[in-house]
């Protein structure tokens, strides 16, 4: 098992409706959690960070945390087809600063 | 506002060849961690420095090396270069080894043929 796994791809959603990525971790002692971005062939975007259950909302971007489930998702409201990439989830355990990478999951947004 | 600087961009080596990768952290970033993605696949964690001491580990194999310098910029040394090596390298920096925030520079894409 994988320690960071998210929800497998592609996820093609309608340009102005709300993209739904999800993300679970093995690790419950893991603190931080942080959603990246990637455009094909350019490096991963930071694009929000979570430490705390609930919910963080950034303009369109939403995070949600449940530790006790460990899970942790990413709400892109209004999608655009520029959020058309590939979303990364990662965690941050107790070991000094790394990150630990999910697979990925991949986002079409149709116009 | 400064990023993080990797060069080369791009780089070709033969078999058995070795490579050199240089990282330049954005600066008062004491903090850099290298990756290896390979393609279609997540980042996989290499190695990282905090404030020029190695902090942590990952799946780096033995033929590469690394180090952070006194003015903190980082170097990636790869010997006996496979192809299985090929994957794009991303190098990030951070302000403070727990700090929230990685900023990952353009990366290298390295070539093994």
Redesign the interface.
Known sequence: QKEVEQNSGPLSVPEGAIASLNCTYSDRGSQSFFWYRQYSGKSPELIMFIYSNGDKEDGRFTAQLNKASQYVSLLIRDSQPSDSATYLCAVKGTNAGKSTFGDGTTLTVKP | AAGVIQSPRHLIKEKRETATLKCYPIPRHD?V?WYQQGPG?????LI?F?EKMQ??K?SIPDRFSAQQFSDYHSELNMSSLELGDSA?Y?CAS?PG???????????TRLTVT
Not at chain 2, 41 to 45: A, G, K, S, T
Not at chain 2, 97 to 107: K, N, V, W
């Open positions: 903090t961690y696949q997540d980042p996989q964690f990282s905090y902090s942590d990952g794009l991303f951070s080894r727990s700090s929230y925030e990685q900023y990952f520079g353009p990366g």
